[in-house]
């Protein structure tokens, strides 16, 4: 119950505490009022009936009994002003009216037992509606605050509040409570017109809100801490997204959607992105590492890349537009010292120097025989190796003449037009 509520009770329990004591004197005071009725029997008619069908009737007190004698209802004042008691064949008032001593009007309707049930009254700021129980603790209060705005709160038998619907500027609030007097529950309005919705948990801390934006719904779940730890709600562009937090509230996963797809992240404790998977502007998926790796997909197949902390790319594995496998290896500065590959004959290795002239080379060739492939740093052949079924043979390239080694012997030769150039 509130504390202006409480008031307002104790203020009318001390009023009909008042009425009691002030009722023992009008008791005294109907015996006079009896002397004068038995000396209005004794008196003329004419003068009895004048005394009777008088337009009005001036007295300080009126009782009117039953035939047993059995006051029933009692006109009287006070200082206060006027007061108005029905009681019943035992003696139990069960209705009183008067003015207060604010001046405020108020009522009271009791049980056969005499026992308060409803108190309608008034205060400075509105009307007071009060319903007991039979122990004459507060069941229902109507009221209405200093700013117009009305309230109905519901009572246990212990008299603590157990529920109140009440309007405020921004629209209704319907107000639960458990059996300790906590907040358990509360619908409302939120000052842009939306509903709110609040649930609390058993220490009377809130535990989830769900209500509505101008994006549309929202959904809030909080740890003991009154952090948020859970949110989904609809994004300015009118797509879902749902994020799971710390126990301080920071962010650590988010699952969403744009124009492109889904998308999850997660951050580090210094809520950092250390990790995405969504898709990309041309519907395919990609997952990523932070800053530093990635894997997606496109037209020709998946594609794994690894960059260093400059943001540049030094590693990549795909497939090309034939289908096939493809790594590269490159240094800090993106330049690609080692290529693997597979063509129509086989698998090739490919090494280049810091200047990017290939140095290194190892193949399957057309016949399915290996080759290596050994040049200078401007990439001039200088040893080429080959297997064959019938014998292996090497080459070895000095100045204009090439020396060729084999099991058939050794033999010198003139270097191919195509072997003088750079590799």
């Known amino acids: 119950m509130s504390e202006r509520m409480n008031r307002e009770l104790e203020r009318m329990g001390r009023r009909i505490e008042a009425l009691e004591r002030r009722g023992r004197r009008f008791r005294a005071a109907a015996v006079g009022l009896g002397l004068v009725v038995l000396a209005a029997a004794a008196a003329p ?110 009572f246990g038998p212990d008299g603590s509040p157990h529920a109140m619907l009440s309007a405020a ?36 801390g809130r535990a989830v809100l769900a209500g509505s934006d101008a994006d549309g719904g929202l959904l809030n779940l909080l740890n003991r801490g009154g952090q948020r730890v859970v949110s989904l709600y609809t994004d300015f562009d009118a797509t879902g997204t749902a994020q799971i ?75 090309n537009k034939a289908g096939r496998g493809v790594v590269l290896l490159s240094n800090e500065q993106g330049g690609e010292s080692l290529m693997g590959m597979v063509d129509d004959d086989g698998g090739a290795l490919f090494l280049n120097n810091a200047a990017g002239s290939t140095v290194f080379e190892t193949y399957a060739d057309e016949s399915g025989d290996g080759v290596m492939i050994l040049s200078e740093r401007n990439a001039l052949t200088r040893l080429e190796m080959m297997a064959s079924r019938a014998a292996g043979e090497a080459r070895l390239w000095g100045g204009e003449a090439v020396r060729i080694l084999s099991a058939v012997g050794d033999r010198r030769a003139e270097p191919a037009a195509e072997d003088r150039d750079e590799f």
Do not use: C, W
């Open 45 to 154: 008619r004419s003068a009895v009936r004048a005394l009777f069908e008088a337009e009005v009737v001036r007295a300080e007190r009126i009782e009117i009994v039953d035939a047993a004698g059995r006051t029933l209802v009692t006109l009287g004042s006070d200082t206060d002003g006027g007061t108005i008691f029905l009681s019943n064949t035992d003696g139990k008032a069960v209705f009183e009216a008067y003015a207060d001593q604010s001046g405020r009007g108020l009522a009271m309707v009791s049980g056969s037992d005499g026992s308060t049930q409803i108190v309608l009254g008034s205060s400075g700021e509105a009307g007071l509606l009060s319903v007991s129980n039979s122990v004459g603790t507060g069941a229902v209060m109507v009221t209405s605050d200093a700013a117009g705005y009305g309230s109905l709160e519901v």
């Open 169 to 204: 500027e921004s629209g209704g609030l319907l107000r639960m409570r458990n059996t300790r007097g906590q907040t358990s529950a509360g619908f409302g309005t939120s000052a842009g017109g939306g509903g709110v919705i609040e649930l609390f948990d058993d220490a009377g």
């Open 245 to 319: 937090a710390a126990e301080d509230g920071s962010a650590r996963v988010s699952i969403g959607s744009d124009t492109d797809g889904g998308f999850v992240g997660v951050h580090n404790a210094e809520r950092e992105s250390v990790a995405a998977l969504y898709t990309d502007s041309d519907g395919f998926g990609v997952v990523s590492a932070g800053d530093l790796a990635s894997l997606s997909q496109d037209l020709d197949g998946g594609t794994l890349t690894i960059q260093n902390t400059a943001g540049t790319p030094v590693m990549q594995a795909y497939a």
